[in-house]
């Protein structure tokens, strides 16, 4: 246990040093190489006690004995100097273990005042130890200083979550485990600790590293005494880890040599990107991989399952391949792993669900407080379950035992211990109990809620299963736990209601009321369809004189009237705002007027999401142009309806995520590439710097199947982004195929009004080919790819095209014109720094756009709570539901 001297005096070290270095991360690099230094010193005090000599500091390195720094002869400036030269030569000393020698690797001392120095050294000497006991709870304390982030996108993981980990996982003596993503060596330690445990002979009501860490008193500290000493260092040659980091793989170093291991097995290693290690498999794994990929992408080798660029999907893949047979992992990792609808994410899940997962705990979003408020959760595999197991188990932590906001302060109630108990007994097969038929007769078909129940394993209060036939229906393999949890207070607080008992309805005038001859110049507005699909009340095409607003005055809209949109485009919604200027409904509209039961907002929220559309549609008359049925019918939609208190939670909680969203959003439409043109770059035409369509014959000749076909609409509209999943067959290929694609071209869309749809191709081309459409340029050694795709961005560039364009329904321009075109070129270190320059600032652009992502699944995920999370949502409708027994069976 860590005293409170030893505190004290790491706590004086940091405040010795902040003032020359103030990153925590130097700080603790420095103290480290201190304490490693002292305890050296310590060693050969004791060896020489014993009656031995010196190892450390002898021969040449005599000279360099803490003793000898703190001669009386010595000044200052000279302990700056022997120190200074001891850490940096340290590393080539062929007294001291290969260990010590990689810790004093690239050592240095970062600051050159002598004063500074000499009171950090001798505070560093009030710490007096002979063994590494004491020095690797300073060690651990000080580690835990280290909460900032790193280059990677690390967060140091708190004690107490490491702990809760390794105790689910449960690794035992003569299991092989590692770390992928080791940092400081936290999860390893608190792996050996937990085997040391489940050997110890005093420890006879079986506790875990997690109960064992939070006795207040602790009955035994002698860890392990039933492992023989044989066992003991097989279990530590059993512990690995890897790292990319040469900082983290020093201190992960120190950390487990100063918790008893020799020679710790800790490698600096790429896992995403190196192959030396790919055939080492592990029977345990455990890892906080980073939760951001580094600058620059990750360019991961093409031995891994999934496809994917992300560096959070990619470790998980990892770590799945590499369990043994029988092994079993947890994996912290972000959220967007858990419900995001890209392809590798969905790859990942099912992968992860047909082989590998049997639960996920949900974790508060102010684990990693005050360092980042990111929302987390634990993928936990066992492959032997996994096979066995028809179901996943989730579990919820709301409390970890602190709270949430930046300080994390300790508080009462805890969850952790009850989610290791939950989890534990799924994996014995012991069910907590079965979910019984809904209480709520007014719940069940018949009687207008339609809400099918799912028949779930309870494992406590926090904890459910989910059959992976569920998790699978519809095809993402989403796994966040509460969008298949249905409980009795969400049937008590969501009654659902006919949109008829809380709405009035009128539907916009048929027949000849708005014939155009009674429109006038000024007057009352007729709000049309487009208001509300465009959800904009500025602009009005048609008015009515104020006697013929009289006559229609039933269709006259106010400020929270709901309008929706009822041909063609069905289904859009929109509030009236306060301001909303006087007038009535056209016919394809139709009018809902909430009453003081539901709040406008909420109604909207509901009207717009998934289910009610899906339940609008099936009720819609016409084919090619869809309808909305008869008010009658609409007017029989189901809908949840809880208190007044509720849905404004509700409302509140997703206009805060919109709001969010609605930045982003700015953010990324403003957007765009701009290079500042400097008058003395060089003007050249583009055929001085780019090969011009260098390939003209058709090449779907050289290939017998299919190849990948770019067109106008690969390429999303202004951001330059291609999508690459548009596979012709050969026989199929259309004639405008004509473009060969390599890497690193440029695509330069040469039809109007196209002329914004040019991409650059960023994957490694495997028989891409472009439409005629474009103009394909491929730059010589003048030009950097990336500095004239952005020039395709400015707004010269794009006028020069359009005053090169010729006349007709479909202006162009030729390949001549493209030729042509003018770019000011500076020199090729120029280009560079502003190429790094602006793919800075799209990393800020993508991450808006995550946000927006991350976000929007936010509100459908709320808005999908609210209708009960059930995969037949349209059944919790009343439109395709009929009593089985007292239960709704789903119509397929």
Request: with cysteine; glycine share 6%.
């Amino acid at each position: 246990m860590l005293d409170t001297q030893t505190k004290r005096r790491i706590d004086d070290c940091r405040d010795i040093l902040v003032g020359k270095l103030p990153d925590p991360k130097a700080q603790i690099e420095q103290i480290t190489i201190g304490l490693i230094y002292k305890f050296m010193d310590d060693m050969d005090k004791e060896a020489i006690e014993l009656g031995g000599s010196t190892k450390f500091f002898s021969d040449d390195y005599e000279k360099y004995a803490w003793d000898k720094l703190f001669d009386t002869k010595v000044t200052a400036t000279e302990m700056l100097r022997l120190y200074s030269e001891a850490i940096e030569s340290m590393e080539k000393n062929p007294n001291i273990p290969q260990l010590f020698r990689d810790i004093f690797k690239n050592a240095y001392l970062p600051y050159r005042d002598p004063e500074t120095l000499k009171l950090f050294l001798k505070t560093i000497g009030e710490f007096q130890y002979t063994h590494s006991e004491k020095l690797g709870d300073a060690f651990e304390y000080l580690l835990s200083i280290m909460g900032s982030q790193g280059d990677a996108g690390q967060f140091r993981t708190p004690r107490h979550i490491i702990d809760f980990l390794v105790s689910i996982v449960d690794p035992d003596i003569g299991e092989t485990i590692l770390d992928p993503a080791c940092g400081t060596a936290g999860f390893l330690i608190s792996a050996y600790k937990h085997i040391l445990l489940k050997h110890t002979k005093a420890n006879k009501e079986g506790l875990n590293i997690y109960e064992y860490n939070n006795l207040e008193n602790k009955s035994f500290n002698n860890l392990g005494d039933q492992l023989t000493p044989d066992n003991r260092k097989k279990l530590i040659q059993n512990i690995a880890g890897y790292d990319i980091s040469p900082d983290m793989v020093r201190l992960s170093l120190v950390n487990l040599y100063l918790h008893g291991f020799p020679d710790p097995e800790i490698n600096e290693y790429d896992t995403l990107s190196s192959e030396e290690r790919w055939n080492e498999n592990f029977d345990v794994v455990l890892a906080n991989p980073p939760f951001m990929s580094p600058k620059g992408g990750i360019r991961p080798h093409k031995k891994f399952t999934i496809t994917s660029n992300r560096s959070e999907v990619l470790f998980v893949d990892y770590i799945a391949e590499h369990l043994n047979p029988k092994g079993k992992a947890g994996i912290i990792v972000p959220e967007g792993v858990i419900f995001q609808n890209g392809r590798a994410y969905k790859d990942l899940r099912k992968m992860l669900i047909e082989n590998y997962l049997y639960a996920v705990v949900s974790l508060p979003a102010g684990v990693f407080n005050p360092y980042s408020g990111v929302k987390t959760s634990i993928l936990l595999m066992d492959r032997t379950i996994a096979r066995q197991r028809n179901d996943i188990l989730f579990v919820k932590i709301d409390n970890d035992g602190y709270g949430l906001g930046a300080q994390r302060a300790a508080v009462k109630g805890s969850q952790l211990e009850e989610a290791i108990a939950q989890v534990s007994a799924f994996r014995k097969g012991e069910a907590g109990g079965h979910a019984e038929q809904s209480s709520h007769p007014e719940l069940v078909s018949g009687s207008g809620c339609g809400m099918l129940k799912q028949v779930q394993h309870d494992y406590g209060t926090i904890a459910h299963a989910v059959s992976k036939s569920e998790i699978a229906a519809n095809g993402d393999y989403n796994l966040s736990g509460e969008r298949y949890k249905i409980s009795d207070q969400q049937y008590n607080s969501a009654f659902f209601k006919k949109l008829g008992d809380v709405c009035d309805f009128k539907r916009g005038p048929f027949g000849g009321s708005l014939k155009k001859e009674i429109f006038v110049d000024e007057g009352i507005a007729v709000y049309e369809q487009s208001h509300a699909i465009n959800n904009n009340f500025n602009d009005f095409r048609y008015f009515i004189t104020e006697k013929k607003f009289e006559e229609m005055r039933g269709f006259e809209v106010k400020p929270n009237d709901i309008l929706m949109s009822c041909s063609g485009t069905m289904g859009k919604v929109a509030i009236l705002p306060q301001n909303t200027p006087k007038g009535i409904i056209n016919q394809a509209l139709l009018k809902l007027t909430p009453t003081k039961k539901i709040l406008p907002e909420y109604l909207k929220f509901l009207m717009e999401s998934e289910s009610f559309q899906k339940a609008l549609n099936k009720t819609a008359m016409g084919v090619a142009i869809k309808n909305v049925a008869s008010v009658k019918v609409l007017k029989e939609l189901q809908i949840p309806l809880p208190p007044l208190s509720i849905q404004e939670e509700i409302v509140a909680e997703i206009e805060s995520y919109q709001k969010i969203i609605d930045s982003a959003k700015t953010i990324v439409e403003n957007y765009k590439p701009r290079i500042d043109i400097d008058p003395d770059w060089e003007i050249l035409r583009i055929q001085e710097i780019a090969d011009v369509n260098p390939v003209s014959k058709n090449p779907a000749s050289l290939f017998n199947d299919w190849f990948i076909y770019i067109d106008i609409s690969s390429v999303e509209n202004g951001s330059g982004i291609i999508d690459y999943s548009n596979k012709i067959k050969v026989v199929d290929a259309p004639s405008r195929a004509r473009r060969i694609v390599n890497l690193n071209d440029i695509l330069l869309s040469t039809v109007r009004p196209n002329l914004k749809a040019f991409g650059y191709v960023d994957k490694e081309p495997d028989r891409f080919i472009a439409s005629t459409g474009f103009a394909l340029l491929r730059t010589n050694d003048k030009c950097i790819p990336k500095f004239l795709y952005y020039q395709v961005f400015q707004d010269f560039m794009i006028n020069q095209m359009i005053a090169s364009m010729g006349k007709g329904s479909y202006p162009s321009i030729n390949q001549k014109d493209v030729n042509n075109l003018e770019v000011a070129v500076p020199r090729i270190e120029t280009q560079r720094q502003i190429v790094s320059q602006i793919e800075k600032e799209q990393e800020l652009i993508n991450a808006n756009k995550q946000l927006i992502e991350i976000f929007e699944q936010k509100i459908k995920d709320r808005i999908a709570k609210v209708w009960g999370e059930n995969k037949e949502q349209e059944e919790s409708m009343g439109i395709a539901a009929e009593p089985q027994g007292g239960y709704v069976k789903a119509k397929y």
